[in-house]
């Protein structure tokens, strides 16, 4: 599935930011990145400090641009851009304070067209990359939360799930006077359709299963009403992706009880893309996937941010991390 990203990085020269520039998978990634020469790496850190710890890990990084933000040359305007952007909500000193740090530093140097993606995360929390992002870089237009989707990949076999790192759960936002201004239904909804976007990145045809614990009205709730009002919100917004819902899993899979239970469905038992009604089924489902059916999981990858940044686990080896540098840049 990398075949296409390398491609287009190739005819695209980009470069992409690492906020954690002295950790060794940070390092033996950025090196093969060098040797490859298809994207571009910039790190983040105490000049002498990465450069021992690529010494000490055997890692070549000769030549990469590395930046500490304690001595960045550009940190004024970088400020005065932040305090523009925040809108009063931080004063210079808080601005400059956290730029120091390297999550916020990088972010910034993307935002100023320093850098065109940024990965981050292998060292801290998925909310200390997310968090950055919605201050600075921002939703694109049109887009009215991040959300996120998994890549799982067995053999030829490729298929998709969101949201499952980022939406804890799905609730009707209101103003200060009460009134509700987006429903739960239509934030479920742009999550669907921007992870079919997604899937459609990476060479699938989505075939959308809006999940739930009901099939076609076989079970009822709130949790059950959320999903399918979000089903046919997705099915307005986006007319050229098959979604369909709500279902089970076993309908959304299997052919024979898919069709048996939602005849006519172009999706039931063929679904390759699942979103879930919230962040526990999701993150459940797709380390299911992972650990018992044998699925790489590539992710968790951003939607709906106004340039390509993306989140680590901590748990990341450095193959994750040259694998995730292709994916964030490669799908800008």
Do not use: H, W
Not at 23 to 34: M, Q
Not at 35 to 55: R, S
Not at 101 to 108: C, D, E
Not at 159 to 166: E, L, V
Request: net charge negative; hydrophobic share 40%; proline share 4%.
């Amino acid at each position: 599935m990398f075949e296409n990203l390398v491609e287009i990085l190739k005819n695209n020269p980009r470069k992409i930011v690492y906020t954690e520039g002295t950790d060794a998978r940070i390092l033996e990634a950025a090196s093969r990145l060098k040797k490859d020469g298809f994207l571009t790496p910039i790190l983040v850190g105490n000049v002498d400090d990465v450069k021992k710890a690529a010494e000490d890990g055997g890692f070549d990084i000769e030549g990469l641009e590395i930046i500490d933000p304690e001595t960045y040359e550009g940190m004024d305007d970088m400020v005065n851009t932040m305090v523009e952007l925040r809108k009063g909500k931080m004063t210079p000193e808080e601005c400059k304070a956290n730029l120091l740090k390297s999550n916020y530093f990088g972010t910034m140097l993307v935002k100023m067209g320093k850098a065109d993606a940024l990965l981050g995360g292998a060292t801290y929390s998925t909310a200390d990359t997310v968090r950055p992002a919605l201050q600075l870089v921002k939703t694109k237009p049109g887009a009215n939360l991040v959300s996120s989707c998994f890549i799982l990949v067995k053999e030829d076999d490729m298929i998709c799930m969101g949201d499952c790192a980022i939406n804890i759960s799905y609730e009707d936002k209101v103003d200060k006077e009460g009134n509700v201004v987006l429903t739960a239904a239509e934030q479920l909804a742009e999550t669907a359709v921007e992870t079919a976007k997604t899937a459609k990145a990476f060479g699938m045809e989505p075939k959308v299963a809006m999940l739930s614990y009901s099939t076609k009205g076989s079970g009822k709730g709130n949790n059950v009403d959320l999903v399918r009002d979000a089903t046919a919100i997705a099915k307005e917004k986006a007319p050229e992706f098959a979604i369909d819902g709500e279902m089970q899993f076993d309908a959304a899979v299997s052919p024979v009880v898919g069709q048996l239970k939602f005849p006519g469905s172009p999706v039931a038992g063929y679904a390759n893309t699942f979103i879930f009604p919230e962040i526990q089924s999701g993150n459940i489902g797709y380390k299911i996937a992972q650990r018992i059916g044998g699925y790489a999981a590539f992710g968790p990858i951003l939607q709906g941010l106004n340039a390509p940044i993306n989140d680590l686990s901590r748990g990341c080896d450095a193959e994750e991390v040259y694998q995730m540098s292709i994916i964030t840049a490669g799908l800008k």
